[in-house]
Nanobody, 123 residues
Framework: QVQLLESGGGLVQAGGSVKLSCAVS????????MGWFRQAPGEEREVVAT????????NYANSVKGRFTISRDGAKNTVWLQMNSLKPEDTAIYYC????????????????WGQGTQVTVSS
């Protein structure tokens, strides 16, 4: 089993920044990729950014390219999502997820999920 624990959410004004972290514990050696997803009220869960376990490949949703950065620290088994130039439409619950298969945009490819952390961007 793999356990994921997110932290770092909160309330921020538009244009501001927030950094989310995801601590990975348990059988982390089985993980091939990590992803950040978000879900707004009444909306489907969508991919924000993904990274392979070596950190050499990253992908971003078009809506966050140039504003968000996903990164990882192998020694600390931690994945971060740096979010800059935040917009009200970024308001959502953000989830960290781990895949034992590989990097993917589809949430169904991810086997383990954190509990989520709320990010609210005020206008």
């Amino acid at each position: 089993q793999v356990q994921l624990l997110e932290s770092g959410g909160g309330l921020v004004q538009a244009g501001g920044s927030v950094k989310l972290s995801c601590a990975v514990s348990g059988r982390s050696r089985s993980v091939f990729a990590m992803g950040w997803f978000r879900q707004a009220p009444g909306e489907e869960r969508e991919v924000v950014a993904t990274i392979n376990w070596s950190g050499s490949v990253t992908n971003y949703a078009n809506s966050v390219k140039g504003r968000f950065t996903i990164s990882r620290d192998g020694a600390k088994n931690t994945v971060w999502l740096q979010m800059n130039s935040l917009k009200p439409e970024d308001t959502a619950i953000y989830y960290c997820a781990a895949s034992v298969f590989g990097e993917a945009e589809n949430p169904s490819a991810y086997n383990y999920w954190g509990q989520g952390t709320q990010v609210t961007v005020s206008s």
